[in-house]
């Protein structure tokens, strides 16, 4: 089994900034791409950021030139910063791993809420 864990969510205002991480532990053999979905109150949960292992990245439109992901193979960790955040991004964010041969798992997501 995975275990994932995602830290660093919390209340900041527009314009701030705030980076999350999400470590992966447990039986891990080859984790490929992995990515930070959101989702906000009544809606459907989003792709935020994406990155390859072999460091390849894509994000979604309403974050690119904020939002940076990286990762630390060594450490099986994603990281997400987050910069002039704006209201609208406030959601739960959730990280997502993508394992081989396992398959996907999933943090159990941090709330990110960002004031006006």
């Known amino acids: 089994q995975v275990q994932v864990v995602e830290s660093g969510g919390g209340l900041v205002q527009a314009g701030g900034s705030l980076r999350l991480s999400c470590a992966a532990s447990?039986?891990?053999?080859?984790?490929?791409?992995m990515g930070w979905y959101r989702q906000a109150p009544g809606k459907q949960r989003e792709l935020v950021a994406r990155?390859?292992?072999?460091?390849?990245?894509n994000y979604a439109d309403s974050v690119k030139g904020r939002f940076t992901i990286s990762r630390d193979n060594a450490k099986n960790t994603v990281y997400l910063q987050m910069n002039s955040l704006k209201p609208e991004d406030t959601a739960v964010y959730y990280c997502?791993?993508?394992?081989?041969?396992?398959?996907?798992?999933w943090g159990q997501g941090t709330q990110v809420t960002v004031s006006s």
């Open positions: 990155i390859t292992n072999g460091g390849n990245t």
């Open positions: 447990g039986s891990i053999f080859k984790i490929n791409a």
């Open positions: 997502q791993i993508s394992h081989w041969p396992r398959g996907d798992y």
